[in-house]
């Protein structure tokens, strides 16, 4: 056989993944970067997110919930207390996928607006959310943007099997611990019901409003710090099941998340997450007052405020800036804008006044 039929063989045989009837090889350098993190991927890949929007998904972190699927392939995820001190991701997707994600939990109305800031319609997957009237009423402030029944992802709007229980994923849980989807589920029924891809109805792009953060690449080893361990919580009284800490890898120069003292893994790798960044930003909390029994939060995640930025092994003093809801969460130190190292960016959302040990 010829070296060029030998060749022809190869590429046949790389993966490939069909999008929208093409067949892209999944393989090759990784010289494109994210849209919202940086990273870098394959022009196979960047093929497959230039067609669609960014993802957010509501994640469970109650006990009952663990180890959660998928969390590790969302591009940033944002962490906050939904009630009782049990707190809840706004896992954002993009430029990856995951066949399974889930515990797929309700609405509220801080992460919608942390949403808000990627770029125009950013798709949002729920189930249901908090209604009480009052100024925690997610699923009225969803209906009042525009975004009901259009790129708004709520699992009683959306038929199964986009959305579907499984009771055997996570053993003996309650069935509020048991509702899973999948990215590309999601994506495609937006597609298809929603008429939205990387463009509207109108054909208007998402990103034409989506303002970037920056980035930049690795450090050289030698250049990298040596604050290894991040530790914190939320509610003092739940910190037993909810303290977080990351733990700094200097060869690799990611952190590794435990939760409630346990290493946090994904079910679908069975490894413990991983992220390039991690961001924590001190957000004045309220009570809601709105009557419900719960007791429905409310977090001041427009306007600005101080936080701490962990990379590269280096602990910096931040200010953090969002200034509309429709503005993208910027970090800065001495008035210049950070470069993020490039990678997966997990945003600590803490009570004002709380204490971070490192």
């Not at 469970?60 to 591009?75: I, V």
Request: aromatic share 12%; charged share 25%.
């Amino acid at each position: 056989m010829s070296k060029g039929k030998i060749n022809f063989l190869a590429a046949y045989n790389k993966p490939k993944i069909a999008q929208n009837g093409v067949e892209v090889i999944d393989e090759g350098p990784k010289t494109q970067p994210c849209p919202l993190n940086g990273a870098f991927y394959t022009k196979g890949q960047e093929k497959r997110w230039e067609q669609r929007r960014p993802l957010g998904i509501a994640i469970e972190n109650h006990l009952d919930s663990r180890p959660q699927s998928g969390l590790q392939n969302a591009d940033v995820i944002y962490e906050a207390v939904a009630e009782g001190g049990i707190t809840r991701f706004l896992a954002i997707y993009l430029c990856e996928d995951t066949a399974i994600v889930g515990p797929v939990r309700s609405a509220r109305i801080y992460f919608l607006k942390l949403l808000q800031g990627y770029g125009a319609y950013p798709l949002y997957a729920h189930v249901g959310g908090a209604n009480t009237p009052g100024p925690a009423d997610a699923l009225g402030e969803i209906v009042d943007i525009g975004w009901n029944l259009y790129n708004d992802l709520n699992q009683f709007a959306v038929p199964f099997p986009t959305f579907y229980r499984d009771y055997e994923r996570l053993p003996n849980r309650v069935t509020e611990h048991t509702m899973y989807s999948g990215t590309d589920k999601l994506w495609s029924f937006a597609a298809k019901n929603r008429d939205l891809t990387d463009v509207d109805e109108d054909g208007n792009k998402w990103s034409e409003e989506f303002t970037q953060r920056k980035f930049k690449k690795d450090p050289k080893a030698s250049d990298r710090g040596s604050v290894n361990t991040i530790t914190f919580g939320f509610w003092d009284q739940f910190s037993k099941n909810y303290s977080v800490t990351w733990k700094y890898n200097k060869e690799s120069n990611n952190y590794k998340r435990e939760n409630g003292g346990s290493p946090h893994t994904d079910l679908n790798t069975k490894k413990q997450l991983e992220f390039k960044s991690v961001i924590v930003v001190f957000v004045d909390e309220s009570p809601a007052n709105d009557g419900y029994p719960g007791g429905h939060l409310l977090y001041d995640v427009v306007g600005d405020g101080d936080g701490i930025l962990f990379q590269d092994g280096k602990a910096s003093e931040i200010t953090w800036e969002k200034n509309d809801e429709e503005d993208t969460m910027l970090f800065f130190v001495d008035g210049d804008e950070v470069e993020l190292t490039a990678g997966k960016i997990f945003v600590e959302i803490l009570p004002t006044g709380n204490k971070v040990e490192y």
